[in-house]
Every structure is written in C-alpha cells, then in structure tokens.
C-alpha cells in the first residue's frame, strides 16, 4: 500500500499475506468388532490437522453418552484411536460422535463426525443331546444332535470336566468318542460363541452300559437223558 502526504511524501506500508480457511474439518468414524460385547476399537480420521484429539463419546441405547479417551495414532497422520468397553445389558446400536477444531487463526473451525457399532451382550442358547435323547448306549461313539439360536457362529465339546475340543463351524450332528472306562453316566458339554464372542453352555447325560448280560439254559432241570 502506497500513501502520499500533502508534501508530496511518498510513504509504504509492509505487505502482509494471509490465507482465509471457512472449511470445517471432516471427521470419519470407524469402530471394530461389530457386534461387540467387550472392546470396541474406535478410530477417527481427519481430514486436516487438529488442534487436539477429538472429542469422542459413545451412547449405548438406553444409557447416556460416555467419553472415550482419544490418542494419535503411532506412524498415521491426522488419525486418532481410543477404546470404549460396551455397558451389559443395553443392546442393539451404540452411536460414536466425535468433534475437532482445526488450526485456522480464527479460531478454528468445528467439524464434526458420526459412527455406530451393533452392541450384544446377550449370551446364546442351545441343546445338545446324545443319541437324541437316549437313556442308555453300549458304544462310546455316539451322535450329538445340536440346536442354537441363529447368531452362533462357532461350538466346541468336552467330555463331562475335560478339555475342550478346538472351535469349529456350527452344524447340527456331530459324532463324538465319550470317556472311555466302565459302565457309568457320561456327560457332554458344548460352548457355543455368537458373533460378538458371547458364550452360552448346554450339556446332555447318557447311561454307558458296557456289561455283557450272562444267563444259563437248562434242559430238562437239568437230566442227563430226556
């Protein structure tokens, strides 16, 4: 800028550059595992430098909001991570919302960010029986028949106290090698696991019969001739 006096003085101002920011931050939003019913991993994603972690806060349905406290990512620019342990009992969708400030000078514009996990607490259920149901079996191998509700994912077995088989794929017969020993009650227990990692329980008993009837014949009361 150039100014000049009634003398005639040519006076100069210093130039000055600025750069005008009305642009509000965007915050993206991403939770894991969904469903949960333990840690919920949440991580925000900036769309401009901050001047802070965001503000996070989770509501589970039927309870108020709870904040999460938010770091910056290790090695990942503009990006924000923190954990939130989901509330028992109040299932169904949680939504995250997140705000930030950027580092415009005139004092930052606000964005701000949404997100949701599905929130399961619920333990599934199930039966298993042995033999369908039968009272007794001669043979440690028998048949489980299985039933659950929709959501299990994955079950394992053990004989009555014992270890646990690895988990696998959810069906509906299984064959299964009981205890070995004597004659005596056999039990089997399953675990069933759902999506979100909940695990419900169901066993079923069985009479092992492993004693081979004995009897005599006699003809005649016993004659030696007829």
Do not use: C
Request: charged share 15%; no cysteine.
């Amino acid at each position: 800028i150039k100014g000049t006096d009634t003398a005639g003085n040519a006076g100069y101002s210093r130039e000055m550059h600025f750069k005008a920011d009305a642009t509000v931050p965007a915050l993206s939003i991403t939770a894991a595992p969904s469903p949960a019913s333990g840690s919920v991993r949440i991580s925000v994603a900036a769309s401009e430098e901050l001047t802070g972690t965001p503000i996070v806060s989770v509501t589970q349905a039927g309870t108020a909001a709870v904040s999460v406290s938010m770091a910056a990512q290790t090695g990942y620019s503009r990006q924000y991570i923190g954990t939130y342990t989901v509330v028992s009992g109040f299932e169904g969708t949680a939504v995250i919302t997140a705000t930030g400030t950027d580092r415009s000078d005139n004092g930052g514009n606000i964005g701000t960010g949404s997100g949701s996990f599905a929130a399961d607490t619920t333990k599934p259920t199930g039966t298993v029986s042995i033999n369908s149901n039968a009272a007794y079996t001669t043979s440690l191998s028998v048949d489980l028949s299985l039933a659950y509700s929709i959501d299990v994912s994955s079950v394992r077995y053990r004989n009555g106290t014992g270890s646990w088989t690895p988990w696998e794929g959810a069906g509906s017969v299984r064959s299964f090698l009981l205890d070995t020993g004597g004659s005596g009650i056999r039990s089997v227990e399953m675990e069933m696991m759902d999506a979100a990692g909940n695990v419900g329980t169901a066993a079923d008993t069985i009479n092992y019969d492993a004693t081979t009837p004995t009897g005599t014949i006699t003809i005649a009361a016993g004659a030696v001739y007829a």
